[in-house]
């Protein structure tokens, strides 16, 4: 999966990102605090939409800031915040395991809910590994070695 985007354009490995995670990520996470709420209690959703408004808000940032930067390179332009989003990755994908290992631990004693929230996710962390695997492995490094000053 990785390697198809070794050589493609980078223009176009940043639109299937935002096609193929972002859109489907946004989507997905609108209703998952209501499902939480619903399936484990308000602390729990509380915690799910942080980590929600955590990962929009990265988005974003990557949409507006960084893969404009990343498609037009220049000198003094977005590198450090390439750094920040690498930590958030990490950041993020250790929140999403966090709650996903919590709901599943209730899902084996407790109602369907716990378990279709359990499910759910887990097909979120799945697509935030393939997502950020892209972005860390392939986008940042190709991006960064284009634009020598970079680093
Ligand atoms: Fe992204
Ligand atoms: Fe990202």
């Known amino acids: 999966m990785v390697g198809r985007w070794d050589e493609a354009p980078l223009g176009d ?46 988005m974003r940032r990557e949409e507006e800031l960084v893969f404009p930067w990343l498609r037009r390179p220049r000198p003094g332009g977005a590198e450090l915040l390439v750094h920040l989003l690498e930590h958030e990755h990490g950041d993020t994908l250790r929140r999403v395991r966090v709650l996903r290992a919590e709901v599943a631990a209730r899902a084996r004693v407790a109602p369907r809910a716990a378990r279709a929230l359990s499910a759910r996710l887990r097909r979120l962390e799945r697509g935030l590994d393939a997502h950020i695997l892209l972005e860390n492995r392939v986008l940042f490094p190709r991006a960064l070695a284009a634009a020598p000053w970079a680093g």
Request: hydrophobic fraction near 45%.
């Open 13 to 58: 490995l940043i639109d299937h990102l935002v096609t193929a995670y972002h859109r489907p990520l946004v989507r997905a996470l609108a209703t998952l605090p209501r499902h939480a709420r619903g399936a484990v209690g308000p602390d729990f959703a509380g915690r799910v939409e942080e980590l929600r408004e955590l990962l929009v808000e990265h």
